[in-house]
Structure formats: structure tokens, C-alpha cells
């Protein structure tokens, strides 16, 4: 191991011993460096490493603290690695993807206020109006689409299995899929699915809302697998297959 990985190890230890806790200013650098047993160069390398995995964050004037070290800014970083894979590989995301959100999707089912509800119905109706005009707007359509599924993954109960959903599939993925949906009546099943797990979370059925989730999931699987991912990127990030 390196020095500066050395270094990101001593940092990391003393916040998981306690020494430093989330939100906590660290040590002035000389200070750090001297306990650390390190240069100040050195040390600067592995805060700066240790800023780009959110662990830490400099604020400008006043020193290097520890973040709120949440499960959605740590694994934050994993929504560019499924941003970055192309066809099979990203057919391993979606596979991860719907052994994970079904089932965040029946504990949601118990979860759900009634302003959750009315939430998700709001984003449906925007939704299904957009549908029905000429040329789809893909934009509005990825992000209700991203907000609908947040969501839901939300009030499953665990913040870390909603963050590696969320995060599995964020917008870049979602735009590939909802710009691929070429064929006639795409966007339209796509809504029905929606719609199918908005009632059975409505219904506080959590079977029934798991069922309904790895349905459409599925459904996007099949949907890349058949047609490949050879849209071009849009804006935001992703472009390509039937639905989202």
C-alpha cells in the first residue's frame, strides 16, 4: 500500500473509531500530518481522495470536515460507474436492479402517506398528458420517471437500499431508455406499469406492488436486451431502449 493510501486508511479509521464523527472539523493539516506521521503534501493528496468518495469536504477559508458520510452521498460515486456501461454490461445493473427495487417496492407498500399518494398520482397524470401529445417530450418524461421511482424506493425503510437503487439507475440510464421508445405504444405500457404499481401501493398491497415492480423492471430488461443501446447520448446523460 502507498503512503497516500496509507494515509486515506489512518483518516477513515479515525472516523469509523470515533475519533472524528460526521460533521466534525479535522485537525489543522500540520497538526493532522504530525499525527498522521506524514508530509502535509502527502496528506493533502489523500484529503483530496478522501473528498472525491464524500467522505470528507473543504470549505474554503475554514478547513476540512467530515460529511453527514449518508448512504445516498457515499454511494453517489456508483451512479457513474452504471452511467459509464453500455449494452451487456449494463444489463448487469438492471439485473441488480430488479432483484433489489421489488422489493423495496413492497415495503413501501406500508410506507406510503397519503401525500406520498397523491404525489406519485400528480406525476402519473403529468406523465400520462405528455404521452398523449405528438412528440414526446423525453426530458419532462425521464424526470418524472426518476422522481416517481425515488420516490417510492424512499419510503421502503432503509436508506442504503434506497440509495443503491436510486443509484443503480439514475437519470443518465432512465434517458437511454425512454429515448429508445420508438416502437408504437411504448411509452403508453410503460405508464400502465406505472400506474399498476401506484394501485397496488394505493391498496397497501405489498405482493402485489412487488409483482407489479418486477414486472416492469423486466420489461426494461427485455426491452435492452432485444434493442441493443445504440441511441446517441441526450442531454443529461442517458439515451436508448423501450422504457424506463
Same mark, same amino acid.
Request: with cysteine; aromatic share 2%; glycine share 8%.
Given at each position: ?17 470515533? $475519533? ?31 473528498? +472525491?468518495? *464524500? ?24 451512479? !457513474?460507474?452504471? =452511467? ?8 448487469? !445493473? ?8 421489488? $422489493? ?10 397519503? =401525500? ?11 406523465? $400520462? ?7 414526446? =417530450?423525453?426530458? +419532462? ?6 422522481? !416517481? ?25 432512465? +434517458?437511454?431508455?425512454? *429515448? &429508445?421508445?420508438? #416502437?408504437? &405504444? ?6 400502465? #406499469? ?9 391498496? &397497501?398491497?405489498?405482493?402485489? +406492488? ?11 430488461? =427485455? ?19 423501450? *422504457?424506463?
Amino acid at each position: 500500500m502507498g503512503v497516500i493510501d496509507g494515509t486515506v486508511e489512518k483518516i477513515k479509521q479515525m472516523i469509523v473509531q470515533g $475519533e472524528v464523527r460526521p460533521g466534525d472539523k479535522l485537525p489543522v493539516e500540520k497538526d493532522l500530518a504530525e499525527l498522521l506521521g506524514v508530509s502535509r503534501n502527502t496528506l493533502r493528496e489523500a484529503v483530496r481522495a478522501l473528498v +472525491a468518495m *464524500r467522505v470528507l469536504q473543504t470549505r474554503q477559508g475554514d478547513g476540512t470536515y467530515v460529511t453527514s458520510l449518508s448512504p445516498g452521498l457515499l454511494l453517489d460515486g456508483m451512479a !457513474f460507474v452504471s =452511467d459509464m456501461h453500455h449494452g451487456a454490461d449494463a444489463q448487469l !445493473f438492471l439485473h441488480v436492479r430488479r432483484l433489489l427495487e421489488p $422489493e423495496a417496492t413492497a415495503l413501501a407498500a406500508t410506507r406510503v402517506t397519503s =401525500d406520498d399518494l397523491c404525489r406519485l398520482d400528480t406525476l402519473l397524470t403529468r406523465a $400520462e398528458v405528455l404521452a398523449e401529445r405528438p412528440a414526446a =417530450d423525453h426530458d +419532462a418524461l425521464v424526470a418524472i420517471d426518476q422522481e !416517481f421511482h425515488a420516490l417510492i424506493t424512499s419510503r421502503c425503510g432503509n436508506p442504503v437500499l434506497a440509495a443503491v437503487i436510486d443509484n443503480l439507475s439514475g437519470r443518465t440510464v432512465r +434517458a437511454r431508455v425512454w *429515448r &429508445g421508445m420508438t #416502437e408504437p &405504444g411504448a411509452i403508453r405500457r410503460t405508464l400502465t #406499469e406505472h400506474r399498476a404499481i401506484y394501485r397496488a401501493l394505493a391498496a &397497501g398491497d405489498a405482493d402485489r +406492488a412487488r409483482l407489479r415492480a418486477a414486472v416492469h423492471i423486466l420489461g426494461v430488461e =427485455d426491452a435492452m436486451a432485444a434493442g441493443g443501446e445504440s441511441a446517441p447520448p441526450v442531454s443529461g446523460g442517458r439515451s436508448d431502449v423501450r *422504457r424506463s
